[in-house]
């Protein structure tokens, strides 16, 4: 299981620290929120740029905004290798090939009330599905598990389309949900406030992986 521990968790005033504490993940997943999207702002392209700079492990970017287009650019950095877009957002398919055009793997993200069946026409030059199991927009929310039946849809589309894109959930994961994850098919997870709230960041992430 790939881990990737959303920063939107850590302690801010200690960022050098906290990044530190999470270089045996995968990935440093990144909640982008424009206040507009979802009813939440997060941080922006400073921050970011930021732990570009403190980070040794490549970035996960999802922009949870209502025009993406806007926002690439500012989350194109060296160590971006996703960036993942909503489906229910403004230009979804204009954004998702610029975000190609920079050279970056592209993702693309449904909220829980968004059926798979809306994101078919991507799936097939997609490198990224992230199915939300909450509702955008804040942390500490509790897992859905209903949402499994997504990623197994997922899966079988997958199979039948003989496609390679990796599947993320993101919302509610930890060592108590991250079985059901695991056998539904889920390659990747985002865990926030189970990684950075435990005693220790490494077993966290061990635990999930």
Avoid at 44 to 71: A, C, E, F, K
Avoid at 143 to 154: I, N, Q
Wanted: proline content about 4%; some cysteine; hydrophobic content about 40%.
């Amino acid at each position: 299981m790939l881990v990737a521990p959303s920063i939107l968790t850590a302690n801010f005033t200690k960022l050098n620290e906290e990044i530190d504490k999470i270089q045996t993940a995968d990935y440093v997943h990144l909640d982008i929120m424009d206040g507009h999207f979802v009813p939440n702002i997060s941080f922006g392209p400073h921050i970011t740029r930021s732990i570009n700079h403190l980070s040794h492990i490549p970035l996960d970017v999802h922009l949870m905004v209502t025009d993406p287009l806007y926002w690439i650019d500012q989350f194109a950095l060296d160590k971006t290798e996703y960036i993942t877009i909503h489906v229910e957002a403004n230009d979804a398919e204009e954004a998702l090939k610029k975000i190609r055009d920079k050279g970056i793997k592209t993702g693309i993200s449904i909220k829980p009330n968004t059926k798979v069946y809306d994101i078919v026409p991507f799936l097939n030059d997609i490198d990224l599905v992230l199915v939300m199991t909450v509702e955008p927009g804040f942390g500490g929310q509790s897992f859905m598990a209903d949402m499994m039946e997504k990623v197994k849809e997922l899966v079988e589309l997958r199979k039948q389309k003989k496609l390679h894109f990796i599947i993320e959930v993101d919302g509610g994961i930890s060592n108590q949900t991250i079985d059901i994850c695991k056998d539904s098919g889920v390659d990747m997870v985002v865990a926030g406030s189970y990684v950075f709230n435990h005693k220790s960041p490494k077993e966290a992430i061990e635990s999930l992986k």
